[in-house]
């Protein structure tokens, strides 16, 4: 059909809408925009026409957009988070990242990275203040597909507090608890001490909460620690490894998990001479991170600082 039927009348009907408008923009200049713009008007019309909303719908729906605006700032991003539980965002990611080339999967950024984290020294640990929990030890090592190990490459990492609240939620927790850099050594290994990470229910508090509660659906996100493994030349890995049921991981509210990335963490009853300055009980988890040729890219923090 050519998209310019409609340029010399009126609309008269719901037929002449979607027509008439692709072309109105059939000017634009930018062919991605274009192309992106397009396909948006397409099928937000057809699920129009699909749900038929009433007008009194159409009205609530603008509310919800208005209000997930409103309820973002620097110390959360209620927009990331409405796209993870409805799946969007898993999708964009595996649609980037298939890991099909032998690289670790990736998994979602999340609302919850705020960038800017301190420099860490080899086997330092991330607990800042006093945080529950059992000691954690991550180690391993980031090579690239053929093994190599990667020297200079940078780990930074955050996770939630076993309570369930990332540092920025809870104005009990010191600046940047649970959240670290680490750069590898001359062997690509590194050397992480944090607490182990138990599940916790995404905010609920907001439109987001309201969603999950109207489908009867569980909040809960399984345990896990959040990474973005960078080096020069290597495409940047952006994943979490998890540490939690099968169950738990299967129901996750953001549909993230994946079982590439479980970690498998190992209790410790006794002291190990490996570590002779950590007592016992403490849990290993040992996992390697394996990037892929390519530039390296780094995500804009969805939050920059935290509720005060």
Known sequence: MDSRINQTKLIATE??????????????????????????VRHLHAFIREVRPTEAEYEKGLQILNTIGQQTDDAHNEAVLFCD?????????????????????????????????????????????ETPGDPLILSGRVVDVNGQPIAGATLDVWQASPDGLYE???????????????????????????????????PTHTTTGDLLRAQNRTPMRPAHVHFIVSAPDCKTLVTQIFADTQDAMVNDVVFGAKDQIAGNLRLHEAPLDEYPQDQAPFYTCVYDFVLKPGVPSFPEPPIKGKVS
């Not at 990611?93 to 960038?115: V, W």
């Not at 809870?170 to 940047?176: N, S, T, V, Y």
């Open 15 to 40: 037929d002449d809408v979607t027509p008439t408008v692709l072309a109105a923009m059939e000017d634009t200049s930018d062919p991605r925009l274009k192309e992106i713009v397009t396909a948006l």
């Open 85 to 129: 539980v409805l799946g969007a965002s898993t999708l964009i990611d595996l649609i980037n990242n298939d890991g099909m080339q032998g690289e670790t999967m990736s998994a979602l950024l999340g609302p919850f990275y705020r960038g800017s984290a301190p420099e860490c020294s080899f086997g330092e640990t991330i607990a800042r203040s």
């Open 168 to 202: 920025n939620q809870d104005k009990d927790q010191a600046d940047f608890n649970l959240r670290g850099k680490f750069t590898t050594d001359s062997d690509g290994r590194y050397l992480i001490r944090t607490v182990k990470p138990a599940g916790y229910p995404v």
